[in-house]
């Protein structure tokens, strides 16, 4: 069975938000979109198994949810 780790992965998890931030700054609110979608992608491809990836997109949505 697949298990989604949910704790962080990350030695210094502040370089990785870093990182994503940088990714987006100066980008519009489309290409921002259109990023974070080929992101999913290419992390989903690469972690390649559907079980990990299906238990990630219940819990992004359940946290989109809780928001409103």
């Known amino acids: ?11 210094i998890p ?3 938000y ?3 931030i940088n ?3 100066d980008l519009s609110t ?3 979109n259109a ?4 992101l999913v ?3 989903s491809n690469h972690i390649g198994d559907l079980g990990v990836i299906n238990e990630a997109l219940e ?4 946290s989109v949810m809780a928001e409103a």
Request: with cysteine; net charge negative.
């Open 23 to 25: 990714a987006h700054r």
């Open 14 to 16: 502040d370089e990785f």
């Open 1 to 11: 069975m697949s298990h989604l780790n949910t704790q962080s992965n990350f030695n």
């Open 18 to 20: 870093e990182c994503l």
């Open 35 to 38: 990023m974070n979608a080929a």
């Open 59 to 62: 819990e992004a949505r359940k």
């Open 41 to 43: 992608l290419l992390l």
């Open 30 to 32: 489309n290409e921002s």
